[in-house]
């Protein structure tokens, strides 16, 4: 039988606050859940890819903190959250005045998971599955929360980022202290102590960076 997402989030979340974000409610899964035990193979058995939507990572949940401190950055201008996980960003970008927000990700669920976090913040902005790394974007503001995790993938991503940085728009990434930042490439606009789960992390606080590419 098909899972439905919708139903699905709804029975396994709770609508929370993240700690450094409290201003955005957001589903996500806690110890109280099933789903934050369950097995890759069990998440496969129910046809569901690794819900990372599920949780607020370090790194997006500093870049969502930077924004709604600094609304400069987004204000009135078009800004694309680039894989957007349960949304915070996007969502922060939105309350921060944003004209209008894409956020991107190719996970099937995160459509759903998405929306349902929008509705819960009494925001809208689009949404796009479509990979769109290498592609030209059509916006003023990059933003990316935690997206330096795994070595192949910064690997294609940050040739696009300098890129798009070279043609005039703002590029800007958190970033926990993950492997493959490519910190030569960025210069730091701030830094912030995250309360995360050591369940997820190797600490219960992060030292995560916002980062801007040159």
């Not at 899964?29 to 607020?56: C, N, R, V």
């Not at 005039?168 to 490439?185: F, L, Q, W």
Request: aromatic share 10%; glycine share 6%.
């Amino acid at each position: 039988m098909k899972t439905d997402p919708k139903n699905f989030i709804l029975a396994n979340t709770d609508l929370m606050r993240p700690p450094h974000v409290p201003e955005v409610l957001l589903h996500l899964a806690s110890e109280a859940h099933d789903l934050w035990l369950k097995t890759e193979d069990e998440l496969q058995e129910i046809g569901l890819p690794p819900p990372f939507w599920a949780f607020a990572w370090a790194g997006g949940q500093g870049l969502a903190r930077h924004v709604l401190d600094h609304p400069e950055l987004v204000a009135g201008k078009r800004v694309l959250d680039f894989a957007t996980g349960s949304g915070l960003v996007a969502i922060a970008a939105m309350k921060a005045g944003a004209a209008q927000v894409l956020a991107a990700d190719i996970d099937p669920w995160v459509e759903t998971a998405v929306s349902l976090n929008a509705d819960a913040n009494g925001v809208e902005f689009s949404f796009t599955r479509e990979n769109l790394i290498g592609r030209k974007v059509d916006a003023d503001v990059i933003l990316a929360g935690d997206v330096f995790y795994d070595r192949d993938f910064a690997a294609t991503l940050v040739p696009w980022f300098k890129r798009l940085a070279a043609e005039g728009r703002h590029v800007i990434a958190g970033d926990p202290g993950r492997a493959y930042c490519p910190k030569d490439s960025l210069f730091a606009l701030a830094t912030y102590e995250v309360p995360v789960t050591r369940a997820l992390e190797d600490s219960e606080v992060k030292r995560t960076t916002v980062w801007r590419f040159a």
